[in-house]
């Protein structure tokens, strides 16, 4: 009974920005942690940026001082404004969710396009 749903994504050109945010809806008594995950085409799938209920934050190094993920835990959902966006950010983006439900669990979302154009 839980979804998380991805929006925000797109085509933009380098050095340009966007706002992805991910929406937790369902049967949810507590979200442990939330994050952003991207995988570009031939590669695993890595961590963006993660952000804990109590707002604890770490980010990957290829992003670190260009994207900040931020959340609002009142409407179960989590945000991430990435800045001078580039090439190499290509990917498609998903929404991660450690959550409690009738149990514990971890949620993804659908993914939303992220690309970065020269």
């Known amino acids: 009974q839980v979804q998380l749903v991805e929006s925000g994504g797109g085509l933009v050109q380098a050095g340009g920005s966007l706002r992805l945010s991910c929406a937790a809806s369902g049967t949810i008594f507590s979200i442990n942690a939330m994050g952003w995950y991207r995988q570009a085409p031939g590669k695993e799938r890595e961590l963006v940026a993660g952000i804990t209920s109590g707002g604890s934050t770490n980010y990957a190094d290829s992003v670190t001082g260009r994207f900040t993920i931020s959340r609002d835990n009142r409407k179960n959902t989590v945000y991430l404004q990435m800045n001078s966006l580039k090439p190499e950010d290509t990917a498609v983006y998903y929404c991660?969710?450690?959550?409690?439900?009738?149990?514990?669990?971890?949620?993804w979302g659908q993914g939303t396009q992220v690309t970065v154009s020269s």
């Open positions: 991660n969710a450690d959550l409690v439900s009738l149990r514990r669990n971890t949620y």
